[in-house]
């Protein structure tokens, strides 16, 4: 699941602008770009020297952690001169750091750690910066910043203040409106971070009271209980935030068991099938809140660029930034068509 401690230098750009600003590493005569894999440009410069990245990720036994993988394959792809060594991923951690230590012992250039556990990884993160490999830190955090160069990832308070935002505008003309969260694994910080910014947002909201919560694990099945327990104790709702779109496909059918339909549904991360059911504009889910995946392609171009001893075009900067954040935009019927092609299943 995605996770996040440490929000950095926010672009205020959605998942798709924020890859078009990552893929012109270098130059300003941009030639015509080419659709990735998720449909963002391909990068907009001339090749430069090769470059081996390797790339190491958790197993990909979540809807949101395989579209990382899809994401990484299909932007190195895009790149002619970029070499991509990848592992076969694994949540064992001490798996995980063993092929680690593989990549650094074949001397990859650069190195694109998502961790299974960010502070479990940290020191095989120091390991490859003292062999002069620059890391790339996507999403779970490592416990020091010695152990990257560059951190990119999502923004988990800022998809609950999004959430509570999009539903407070909902809601603000309704007198004593009911909201009902369903939350993700409560020992995460992620999920932490998620309802604080949802909290926060409700607090510009005085008519609007969050009534229950409840933790599901990211898992259809959990989101269908769980749903199913928060529609049995609350006969009346006007709202519901739920943390992540996996877990929405279990929630819905707990709702359509119950013949529930008083209330609007807004997901979290951007699956497709949250994305298709916005756009059909026939159930309660009419938003999603964006943990974009293709985070995983921007640590590409930001490896490569560090691979090549360059920085990011639009800045003036001569490095690539120590940190970058994205935005967790709020997909609508009005802006489907827009991100559709970032959905993943």
Not at 54 to 83: C, M
Request: proline share 4%; aromatic share 6%; charged share 20%.
């Amino acid at each position: 699941m995605p996770e996040t401690s440490r929000r950095g230098l926010l672009f205020g750009a959605a998942a798709v602008s924020t890859g078009a600003l990552l893929t012109a590493c270098t130059s300003n005569e941009p030639k015509s770009a080419q659709p990735a894999g998720n449909s963002q440009p391909a990068a907009a410069d001339k090749p430069g020297k090769p470059v081996t990245i390797g790339f190491a990720g958790p197993q990909a036994d979540h809807g949101w952690l395989n579209a990382i993988n899809v994401n990484a394959k299909s932007r190195a792809e895009k790149y002619s001169e970029v070499t991509l060594e990848i592992t076969e991923g694994s949540n064992d951690t001490a798996a995980q750091i063993g092929q680690v230590k593989t990549l650094i012992n074949k001397k990859v250039d650069v190195l694109v750690i998502l961790p299974a556990d960010g502070k479990a990884l940290t020191q095989v993160g120091l390991e490859a910066m003292k062999a002069g490999i620059p890391v790339v830190n996507l999403d779970r955090i490592f416990a020091s910043p010695q152990a990257y160069r560059c951190w990119v990832g999502g923004d988990n308070y800022g998809m609950g203040l999004n959430a509570g935002h999009y539903i407070g505008e909902q809601l603000k003309d309704k007198a004593n409106a009911k909201v009902v969260e369903l939350a993700g694994i409560d020992n995460l910080e992620l999920t932490k971070q998620r309802s604080q910014g949802f909290a926060d947002a409700l607090k510009n909201y005085p008519n609007i009271k969050l009534v229950a919560r409840q933790a599901a694990e990211f898992t259809v099945e959990s989101g269908q209980a769980k749903m199913a327990q928060l529609l049995q104790a609350q006969k009346q709702i006007d709202a519901l935030w739920n943390h992540d779109d996996d877990q929405g496909v279990g929630a819905l059918r707990a709702i359509q068991q119950a013949g529930r339909d008083e209330f609007i549904m807004v997901g979290g991360a951007g699956a497709k099938s949250a994305m298709d059911a916005i756009k059909a504009d026939n159930s309660v889910i009419k938003a999603t809140v964006l943990y974009p995946p293709t985070m995983a392609a921007s640590a590409i171009d930001l490896a490569r660029a560090l691979g090549q001893s360059k920085g990011v075009s639009g800045l003036s900067e001569m490095e690539i930034p120590t940190s970058l954040t994205l935005y967790s935009a709020v997909v609508t019927k009005d802006n489907i068509d827009q991100y559709l092609p970032t959905g993943f299943n």
